[in-house]
């Protein structure tokens, strides 16, 4: 399996592994973005995989590649937060080299993402003032002469995909760490998600309902894996309120690709 094959197969089996609390899997979907656009995407992003496998890629205009041919569906955009994570990863091999693409990032990078950010209906934390619908936004990151790097770093007190680039994918390694431990196949990608759902205050629930919900969240996961609280009703209480763990989601794709390559195995 190449790089860009394991990077569509990490997609396809995080969306595909069920339940994950809150999250679009083959058992519920949410109003505005069903199953199928997830499949969708894992299928119209190849191109742009396969762009990055090759020699000479470059992160930014990889990333706004991957947005615009994701955008074509009515489900929004789906695979923001893991494209940040996967195109350095493929464009790296591991996470060694992409410690080494991000460090390697410059202005038009950074550039580039913003062009992308702006196709998204991402959400942006209220303490931003590099507004990606603002034109004088790219001004700035020129004149202080800021790459995609220096945007993450900016961003990643409040988004975890963003802190990734920041902390050498720390939750990346652990997130693959994890589903060695847990085992193979949808069981070890549902006890891996949990596994960081219950130690991580996911960013994306913090930026739509506040950051007391998105820590009950962390809590509540922690009570399933300690046995005092029933999954299920936990996944239903949480597609009811549309508390949706999307950053921890985008980090466990992150590391299913990761564990791909080591000889983690989806299919026994």
């Not at 990734?164 to 196949?185: I, K, Q, V």
């Not at 969240?217 to 549309?242: Q, Y």
Request: hydrophobic share 45%; with cysteine.
């Amino acid at each position: 399996m190449n790089r860009a094959e394991r990077a569509q197969m990490a997609m396809m089996l995080e969306v595909s592994a069920y339940p994950k609390p809150g999250n679009v899997d083959r058992c519920h979907d949410y109003a505005d973005t069903r199953l199928e656009h997830f499949l969708a995407s894992t299928i119209l992003v190849r191109p742009v995989f396969d762009a990055a496998e090759r020699p000479g890629g470059r992160v930014g205009s990889l990333i706004r590649e991957a947005v615009m041919r994701t955008n074509g569906h009515s489900g929004g955009n789906t695979h923001f937060g893991a494209f940040i994570l996967l195109i350095p990863l493929i464009l790296g091999g591991d996470i060694e080299g992409a410690r080494r693409v991000v460090a390697g990032t410059d202005v038009a990078d950074a550039i580039e993402f913003y062009a992308a950010f702006g196709l998204t209906e991402v959400r942006v934390g209220e303490s931003a003032d590099l507004d990606v619908n603002d034109p004088a936004s790219v001004a700035a990151i020129r004149e202080r002469g800021m790459t995609l790097l220096d945007i993450m770093a900016y961003s990643a007190d409040r988004d975890m995909v963003a802190r990734e680039w920041t902390n050498g994918f720390s939750l990346t390694r652990r997130s693959a760490d994890l589903l060695h431990a847990h085992g193979p196949g949808r069981e070890g990608i549902v006890a891996a998600f949990l596994d960081l759902l219950a130690s991580e205050p996911d960013t994306f629930i913090a930026k739509k309902h506040g950051a007391a919900v998105a820590e009950r969240t962390m809590r509540c996961a922690a009570e399933v894996l300690r046995g005092e609280r029933d999954l299920a009703p936990f996944d239903a209480e949480c597609v009811e309120a549309g508390i949706n763990p999307g950053s921890i989601a985008d980090i466990t794709i992150a590391g299913i690709y990761v564990a791909l390559g080591e000889g983690w195995q989806w299919d026994s």
